[in-house]
T-cell receptor, first 114, second 114 residues
Framework: KAGVTQTPRYLIKTRGQQVTLSCSPI?????VSWYQQTPGQGLQFLFE???????NKGNFPGRFSGRQFSNSRSEMNVSTLELGDSALYLC?????????????FGPGTRLTVL | GNSVTQMEGPVTLSEEAFLTINCTYT??????LFWYVQYPGEGLQLLLK?????DKGSNKGFEATYRKETTSFHLEKGSVQVSDSAVYFC?????????????FGKGTKLSVKP
């Protein structure tokens, strides 16, 4: 079974631009969560989608948004990029969410904002 | 709010040494507890978990016991190998609360020298 895939793996943008990151979950998984990883703040939860609906959202500004498609693939978008948005963005999928369903993480997309 | 505190790294050990990485948590309720491992250039992998007090999670020679009285979930391994070099994250999940929302510690980098 293929794991969680994220594209692109690396991205360089400039301040003010916007970016879209993609995540393909493991086949059959319906829950997709996004996390931001930075040296200063560590791993922080962005949002979770289940069956095309955002089920939960972390403490990030509205510039961070996401969506999920009918095939469970998910995208996250960051508009008006700031230097502080430079981070590793991790996507995780699970069968249905919740602590009893293990979250499987992708390799991440490394975003650099110049 | 809910939080996880891990011992600061980096931790450097010689092969076959004993490993302990301390983790304590603060939670309003009874969370599930996890240890994740991140190898260079990869996403997170679940190492072990415990869902209730006094449970012991174990995998690949690592183990951790959920201690409610000390709100701790320390990771231990009796004899580390060079291949265990990675960053280790302690995390919690509150059932019935925010679906998909793992709360992570800052991570502890382990380097094992031959």
């Amino acid at each position: 079974k293929a794991g969680v895939t994220q594209t692109p793996r690396y991205l360089i943008k400039t301040r003010g631009q916007q970016v879209t990151l993609s995540c393909s979950p493991i086949s059959g998984h319906r829950s997709v969560s996004w996390y931001q990883q930075t040296p200063g703040q560590g791993l922080q939860f962005l949002f979770e989608y289940f069956s095309e609906t955002q089920r939960n959202k972390g403490n990030f500004p509205g510039r961070f948004s996401g969506r999920q498609f009918s095939n469970s693939r998910s995208e996250m978008n960051v508009s008006t990029l700031e230097l502080g948005d430079s981070a590793l963005y991790l996507c995780a999928s699970s069968l249905a969410g919740g602590e009893t369903n293990e979250q499987f993480f992708g390799p991440g997309t490394r975003l650099t904002v110049l | 709010g809910n939080s996880v505190t891990q011992m600061e790294g980096p931790v450097t050990l010689s092969e076959e040494a004993f490993l302990t990485i301390n983790c304590t948590y603060t939670a309003t309720g009874y969370p599930s507890l996890f240890w994740y491992v991140q190898y260079p250039g990869e996403g997170l992998q679940l190492l072990l978990k415990a869902t209730k007090a006094d449970d012991k999670g174990s995998n690949k020679g690592f183990e951790a016991t959920y201690r409610k009285e000390t709100t701790s979930f320390h990771l231990e391994k009796g004899s580390v190998q060079v291949s265990d070099s990675a960053v280790y994250f302690c995390a919690l999940f509150m059932s019935g609360g925010s679906q998909g929302n793992l709360i992570f510690g800052k991570g502890t980098k382990l380097s094992v020298k031959p």
